[in-house]
């Protein structure tokens, strides 16, 4: 089987394909040596993208891409009211949140606006990374336990503690010795009548062994639409007995909205999908549309062991520009119905979705919420992955200037997250796309 | 004693202050709860700053204040290249690493330009915190060891991991089962001839201490301004000792920039006045004049071991962004020649400070590097710190609308961190309010 970080260069940029790019694109390839090996570069033949607006990007040569997959400009690429909102705050000022700033009140107030009631405290930060490190401290300061369960595949950012939560990260990283995974929830190749009564008592499991070593459960941390797992929205609601389990069980359930938060997948939060609120909620990536901005959202008796006991100082985060970029994405979201477009333009592309996997056998099956979809790359007539062919799919894709990426533990779901502007032109650019590249190779 | 976490509360605006500010203040600082109990004001009568231009800032009453503390914005507030370079780049495209930009390749080479060349590898991230979190395991990959050295005051960000490496956020919070720490050089209150010796002594003494415990030690990771610890630039070249005692012991030497880096002190690198090259550098706050951006830079083989085996993706960082607002600050930092007014203002401030001690004994010291300088405020006649008398001064001063703040283990010294565009003019207002409040509290 092959594992998440062996996926990770497969499906990247590799030194050996250097001598099949042009001059311009092998110079800047060549250059990046400079940053280590820890960067990748997407595709063989890797994009320098220099413009972008709306869904489309454009390389240096002015060639046009149908953007598939960034879920930061949810706006769409270089949106002009968070140019402008980032453009005047740096010409009037910018500091830190040791003083009073107007900006910072009003956004938080805003925010918590969109949440129920119960979440009435945030803090901010620059990352999902430094969002759920800081979540997973308070999670601890408030049960007293230092237990934490995920998903097998999960991804929850870059920081020390978070990496060792991280297990998509690869097989030989080490993960924290107080942590339990349970498997991921995947409908498609479940025999499972009843999904959230099976991952309830997962949950229930993987606490009575953290018990067993001596370790107290502190919660849950999960993306709810699954998406380094492999993109698994389930059906609405099926979250609701495992977040009772881990109430049950003293925890706490820490909702990671990086990913699918901020009405990417039809509804403000993900949460909402399934009618229950977390104790915590961490969220960030689209918040500011490309300004580093993220937040941490907590009942108040949540965050008060923490932040009573530990002063926490972020040098930029919650600035006044920061700010000003997060205020004017939820003006524009809301201005522009992002919710409704992802619900809407969600569902034609799902059900044209569907109706391709129909005619071909090598798309297994196609889920998703809102504009948040994964489509199963697999071998013909069975459920089994099908790594290679999930990387033709998305090389060809590239070869047709349409950008998409892969997720999942075997690397084979089509991973379709486009900005939230995405419109039905879009739709028929991507599908045409697909259906050739299917066809044809 | 007083420990820092008190020290943090007493520096701040605290509830009770409540009552006596003007309404306007008031009900911000009120909305202020939504932040929860982490967040701190500054200030017994907190300031709201709306506008700010070089090393000027202005409240909502258009009160102008002269800004003695913020080092984010080294270039000044609001600078113009800063804000052009950003709203420019926000304008074309804003994306992430995964993708070629000439914008990173650019950048770090510029960055790398300005550092020994053994320095010859760059990874960017948000913030010092994500810095010094990525550092310690790049220096863990490296040795194979894990414990980590720092001293007794030691601030280096806010992370889980830099949390427990960071014993000035307090006596009560926990520190790393592996980390040690080795005191402050104090040159104020130590009686030695040698610091050099007396701290590679220090060094060694805990390493040994880590090994008895079965500890691999892995390396050393300090300020070199020793910022939280007091202001202690020490004579230049006071460090030698210490970095080879840290080599012979098999660890790596970690030089956190994060506040004496980018010309602060009077050269590039604060490390450059202690004639030792690093194996690890991180950076951070002025780095993009207040757009969140931070750095390590490594030698090739001592990044090898963490960046061959462990993917590393930070979203936001090294962004065309990002990387713009760096490259424009860098630039303007080499046409403002920050550098030279940082040793030419910062001579000048050092002078009159010393001539202002002698003719106050309540300052015991003064000690500084470039426009990074500590004033040791003391009970007369002796080397005693004196907290109350400290903080009376920085309120006095706000109250003379000249921006300053406390630091070091007592809280009792005086921080004189301006922006670097800081002039003659400046200087005068700061002596005669600093002459002013001495004389008439």
């Not at 007995?241 to 938060?261: C, R």
């Not at 590239?398 to 779901?413: D, Q």
């Amino acid at each position: 089987m092959t594992t998440s970080s062996t996926i990770m260069d497969s499906n990247s940029f590799r030194p050996e394909d250097m001598a099949d790019l042009d001059e311009r694109t092998r110079s800047l390839a060549e250059r990046r040596a400079i940053l280590g090996p820890s960067y990748r570069l997407f595709y063989h033949h890797p994009l320098n993208l220099v413009r972008g607006r709306g869904t489309r990007l454009f390389d240096g040569d002015g060639t046009e891409y149908l953007d598939v997959y960034n879920n930061i400009p949810s706006l769409g690429h270089s949106h002009p009211a968070v140019q402008e909102a980032v453009s005047r705050q740096l010409g009037l000022i910018n500091t830190h949140t040791r003083y009073l700033h107007e900006n910072i009140l009003d956004y938080a107030e805003d925010l918590l606006s969109t949440m129920p009631g119960e979440l009435n405290h945030v803090m901010f930060l620059l990352s999902g990374s430094e969002a759920n490190d800081l979540a997973v401290r308070v999670a601890q300061a408030y049960t007293g336990g230092t237990g934490i369960i995920v998903t097998s595949e999960a991804y929850h950012g870059n920081t020390e503690l978070i990496t060792k939560l991280s297990p998509s990260i690869g097989h030989d990283q080490p993960m924290a010795i107080d942590m339990r995974m349970i498997p991921t929830p995947d409908t498609y190749r479940l025999r499972t009548e009843d999904l959230g009564t099976w991952m309830a008592e997962h949950v229930r499991k993987q606490a009575a062994d953290m018990r067993r070593h001596g370790i107290a459960f502190a919660g849950l941390l999960i993306d709810d639409i699954f998406s380094s797992d492999g993109v698994f929205p389930g059906k609405p609601g099926f979250l609701k007995p495992v977040v009772e389990a881990v109430h049950e069980l003293g925890g706490v359930y820490i909702a990671d909205e990086v990913q699918p938060g901020f009405t990417r997948t039809g509804t403000f939060w993900g949460f909402e999908r399934h009618d229950v609120v977390p104790d915590i909620v961490t969220m960030g990536k689209p918040m500011a549309n490309g300004i580093a901005c993220s937040a941490v959202a907590a009942r108040e008796d949540v965050l008060d062991a923490f932040a009573q006991s530990s002063p926490y100082f972020n040098t930029f985060a919650g600035s006044p520009v920061a700010m000003a970029a997060a205020q004017a994405t939820l003006d524009a979201m809301r201005e522009e119905d992002t919710m409704g477009n992802a619900r809407r333009i969600g569902g034609v592309l799902l059900e044209e979705l569907r109706s391709l996997a129909r005619e071909f056998p090598q798309i297994g099956d196609v889920r998703g919420a809102g504009l948040f979809i994964g489509a199963d790359v697999v071998a013909p007539g069975t459920t089994d992955p099908d790594y290679p062919a999930a990387v033709r799919l998305i090389e060809g894709m590239r070869e047709r200037r349409v950008l998409t990426s892969l997720c999942g533990p075997f690397g084979n779901v089509l991973k379709i997250r486009p900005p939230l502007v995405f419109d039905e032109s879009d739709v028929d650019w991507f599908m045409s796309a697909l259906r050739d590249t299917l066809r044809n190779g």
